[in-house]
């Protein structure tokens, strides 16, 4: 079976630190991806962990680790505009590059 | 250029209509996908297409159509919906390959069912 679960919301203040939790069971794994989504309009890519450890990339960072089934997106010096949800995603067994995605977190940002 | 363009970007129909959504890339990727997402839930699988083949079709019912008529086009083709069909359908694109390739994802077409 499939399942990635992540919390369902949470509340930051601006200028802040947060991180979105994310973990999976999945029946293969090829690469974890982050992606962001402000209402109404289409996910974006925010950044991609197949190995374990820290990926960083500006002001977002992602972590992974393989044997615990476990990801985490952290976000620095939060901004208004970063209130959005955060899909987890991964890339399972086949070779097609579907993505499973979880059910998102959604993420506000309080002045 | 790394977008992935939908049109239309509305769309009401009837439940006898029948309609198509298009979805265009110029990046050369080789896989193209159809999601649905409806309200404040995930994006979930419908269909994913490899070198222009479809590869996975996640169960979805026989109204729902797609075609790949070439490497850059891909359309969804729909009839006789219901109205629980009205949601958001997003075509993304990625390299095919198992690792690395993210997913660029168009704007989607969101589409009510009357």
């Known amino acids: 079976g499939q399942n990635i679960d992540q919390p369902t919301e949470m509340t930051a203040t601006e200028g802040a630190i947060v991180q979105i939790n994310c973990t999976y069971q999945?029946?293969?794994?090829?690469?974890l991806f982050w992606y962001q989504q402000h209402a109404g309009e289409a996910p974006t890519f925010l950044s991609y962990?197949?190995?374990?450890g820290l990926e960083e990339k500006g002001r977002f960072s992602s972590f992974l680790s393989r044997s615990k089934g476990y990801s985490y997106l952290l976000l620095k010096e939060l901004q208004m505009k970063d209130s959005a949800s955060y899909l987890c995603?991964?890339?399972?067994?086949?070779?097609?590059?579907?993505?499973?995605f979880g059910k998102g977190t959604k993420l506000s940002v309080k002045p | 250029d790394t977008e992935v363009t939908q049109t239309p970007k509305h769309l009401v129909m009837g439940m006898t209509n029948k309609k198509s959504l298009k979805c265009e890339q110029h990046?050369?990727?080789?896989?193209m996908y159809w999601y649905k997402q409806k309200a404040k839930k995930p994006p979930e699988l419908m269909f994913v297409?490899?070198?222009?083949?479809?590869?996975i079709n996640e169960s979805v019912p026989s109204r729902f159509s797609p075609e790949c008529p070439n490497s850059s086009l891909l359309n969804l083709h729909l009839h006789a919906l219901q109205p629980e069909d009205s949601a958001l359908y997003l075509c993304?694109?990625?390299?095919?390959?198992?690792?690395?390739?993210?997913?660029?994802f168009g704007q989607g077409t969101r589409l009510t069912v009357v």
């Open positions: 999945t029946s293969g794994f090829n690469g």
């Open positions: 993304a694109s990625s390299q095919v390959g198992p690792l690395g390739a993210e997913a660029f």
């Open positions: 297409y490899s070198y222009e083949k479809l590869s």
């Open positions: 962990n197949v190995l374990d």
């Open positions: 995603a991964v890339r399972g067994s086949r070779n097609q590059g579907n993505l499973i």
């Open positions: 990046m050369g990727h080789r896989a």
